[in-house]
């Protein structure tokens, strides 16, 4: 196994990144480390920049002005790394699909710049905590 | 027209370095001092007032809830609201008890919440992580009656899709006073602790002339000494049925607006069990056909304070226009009036104070005046603040 | 104030209104025409005194709409005044934010959804939709479909 690859799985950083969503699935992910889920006796923990960040939690469903941020935050983070869709916004826009100012979802935007992107979707409005953790498992343990 | 500020990055922390894009929030400071604040909300634009055009009456609740994850039973209780006033619709009194309960644990599980960010900011994590962690039943209790621990879907034109069921009511008895006791171990740590009060007093001050003029709700606004609350003012569901106090504190710094929030925990928690005790026997659902031509308005109280909803029909199965307005549009703006002069360090607490979306918070950054560079980002100013708190605590 | 101090106070702008309807208990309708928004607005704000609340632009058949929504804290009543732009071609009405910080916000966002010109306004620029959004499409005009 490509010890790159091998290396990311254990005790992934993580960035989050928002583009547009109402803050429930953000909460959520925040509430991942704190005491009743606690995701920082894995070794995962938030970090303040994508360089320094093995996986990135992207909610919203990628509005017009967001979208710049999104694709800058995925060039800087070092590869290889994971991108996860949390919440249905971010999988396929959710209930906003016929909003003006929506150009997502998630991988679409992520496919243009790197056609070999490593997405994980975690689908929920909003995922509850221990879904986003299975999520992340799950998807760490497929690469 | 496009304003192009050169920017060049000192690389201070962790920065995007993202030369030409605008945050939400930029601060411009002379030295420590701020002195002009530039915000754009573009990034959070999702078109749903559009959208509300394309959807039917009955379907737009649950578009609404999404506006705002944590406010989201005051949304759609303001838009069913709206809708029933148009349609003359009278809810049958268990749903209104109901709602009130649901609305009640809203505003509790939101202002635990808040308690936890500014903590953070300030450097008091402790007080984060155990916030956190006593908002957790309050989540579960809200599952437990409506399946989701956000997003509850429970409002419908006319009442309420999810009934409480009788035997649930013990247990939400016993999990208030759980959480009242560990709100009130809170509230003392808090109140008393003197290095809080060095922090927070006369820190972010919104005078109450102010307030007025961006025409502020919520315990931002009461905590600029205006009295005022829609719950009590205009009520809706049961709120004239039980007896409860606004909160209202005089002096418009951050540690008022916390004292405001911390006081209406309490209230809310009053609110609930007379609820609960008066709940009403009968239906919460009612039949509405159709919604004739006409206008209506509706508001609720949320935990930042007042969202108000306007919807016009033709008459036809899908709103002509729906203007949804959540408190935060206008208590945000108010901060250019409570953040100018301020140092760099009480930005971020000054900022929470008004309560804004947590991603909100993420995007500031600070330009400093001579020179046009950015000197200081998120991060940054979270470590400022941070460091001032322990500052204020060696001095003690 | 009670209610029936508040319909008196309203009445003394009533030359410049068109119209007065209260549909239910607690909810009033002023109509205007564009010209006098400014001053019945600086009325509501500070001689009955009002809060502000919100505006809706609406774009209606043969005119734009602007519903300025008040709200009366004593009595809880709901004061909307709705002003009508009758010109479809140049919409323009005076901004009320020079008096009002509170309708700043609002008046950007109406210009970038429906195309309003608000003169006087202190600080024209775009508020809600992305910096790249092309100039002259308007998304809350009927015109421009989902």
């Known amino acids: 196994m490509d010890w790159k690859i091998w290396s990311l799985k254990k005790s992934p950083w993580v960035f989050h990144v928002n583009t547009g969503a109402c803050n429930n699935c953000d909460i959520e992910v ?114 | ?104 644990f809203e505003r509790i599980h939101s202002h635990i919440l808040w308690l936890g960010l500014a903590g953070h900011f300030i450097g008091y994590d402790t007080v984060f992580m155990w916030a956190w962690k006593y908002r957790e039943p309050v989540l579960d209790m809200l599952e437990a009656i409506t399946g989701n621990r956000n997003n509850y879907g429970n409002l419908l034109i006319g009442g309420c899709r999810d009934d409480i ?101 309490f209230e809310a928690i009053k609110i609930i069990r007379q609820a609960l005790r008066k709940l009403p026997k009968g239906p919460v659902k009612s039949e509405v056909k159709e919604i004739p031509p006409g206008e209506g308005t509706g508001r609720a109280e949320a935990p930042r304070g007042e969202t108000f909803h306007y919807v016009r029909s033709d008459g036809g199965n899908r709103p002509v226009r729906h203007k949804a307005r959540a408190p935060s549009y206008v208590n945000v703006p108010s901060f250019k009036a409570s953040c100018i002069g301020q140092k760099i360090a009480d930005v971020t607490i000054t900022l929470a104070a008004v309560d804004p979306c947590y991603s909100c918070t993420e995007r500031v950054a600070v330009v400093d005046k001579r020179t046009n560079e950015v000197i200081c980002d998120y991060d940054m100013l979270l470590r400022l603040s941070r460091e001032k708190t322990e500052r204020i605590r060696k001095s003690f | 104030m009670n209610s029936e ?63 300025y929504h008040y709200s009366y804290d004593e009595t809880g009543c709901v004061v909307n005044l709705k002003a009508f732009i009758r010109d479809r071609e140049n919409p323009e009405i005076e901004s009320i934010a020079p008096f009002l910080p509170a309708a700043e916000w609002i008046e950007r966002e109406m210009h970038d959804l429906l195309g309003i010109e608000f003169k006087n306004h202190p600080d024209m620029r775009r508020l809600i939709l992305a910096d790249d959004w092309p100039e002259g499409v308007y998304p809350l005009r009927k015109e421009v479909k989902q």
């Open chain 3, 5 to 67: 101090e508040l319909r008196n106070k309203l009445s003394e702008i009533k030359d410049k209104l068109t119209k007065t309807e209260e549909p239910i208990d607690n909810r009033i309708y002023l109509y205007c025409e564009s010209e006098n928004s400014y001053a019945v607005n600086k009325f509501l704000f500070e001689e009955v005194p009002l809060r502000f609340v919100i505006a809706t632009g609406i774009d209606s058949d043969d005119c734009f709409e602007i519903i």
């Open chain 2, 165 to 265: 069921p009788d035997e649930l009511i013990p247990k939400i008895f016993k999990d208030l006073d759980d959480i009242e006791k560990k709100m009130d171990m809170l509230t003392k740590a808090i109140i008393d602790d003197p290095i809080l009060h060095a922090r927070l007093k006369g820190v972010g001050v919104l005078t109450k002339e102010a307030a007025i003029k961006y025409a502020v709700t919520g315990p931002t606004a009461r905590g600029s000494d205006i009295d005022i609350d829609v719950r009590h003012d205009d009520p809706y569901a049961a709120y004239s049925d039980i007896d409860w106090n606004v909160c209202v504190a005089p002096e418009g710094d951050v540690f008022a607006k916390a004292v405001v929030r911390l006081l209406e925990v």
């Open chain 1, 30 to 143: 925040v509430d991942c480390l704190t005491p009743k889920f606690d995701i920082e006796r894995f070794g995962m923990k938030l970090v303040g920049s994508p360089r320094h960040a093995d996986a990135l939690l992207v909610t919203g469903g990628v509005t017009a002005q967001a979208v710049h941020r999104l694709r800058e935050v995925y060039r800087q983070t070092p590869k290889p790394c994971v991108v996860f869709a949390i919440g249905a916004c971010a999988c396929d826009k959710g209930i906003f699909t016929t909003g003006y100012h929506m150009v997502g979802p998630v991988d679409k935007i992520i496919k243009e710049i790197d056609p070999d992107a490593i997405i994980a979707y975690v689908p929920g409005c909003p995922p509850k905590p221990e879904a986003m953790i299975s999520g992340i498992v799950k998807a760490l343990s497929a690469l």
């Open chain 2, 1 to 104: 027209m496009k304003k192009t500020i050169k920017k060049t990055v000192i690389p201070v922390g962790p920065v995007h370095p993202l030369q030409e894009e605008m945050e939400f929030f930029q601060l411009t400071v002379d030295g420590e001092t701020v002195t002009d604040i530039d915000m754009r909300i573009s990034y959070n634009h999702r078109g749903i007032e559009k959208i509300s055009e394309s959807l039917q009456f009955d379907q737009v609740p649950l578009l609404v809830s999404r506006i705002c994850g944590i406010c989201s039973a005051s949304h759609p209780l303001a838009y069913v609201q709206a809708v029933e006033e148009i349609a003359g619709v009278t809810v049958p009194d268990r749903a209104r008890y109901v709602r009130t309960i649901i609305a009640e």
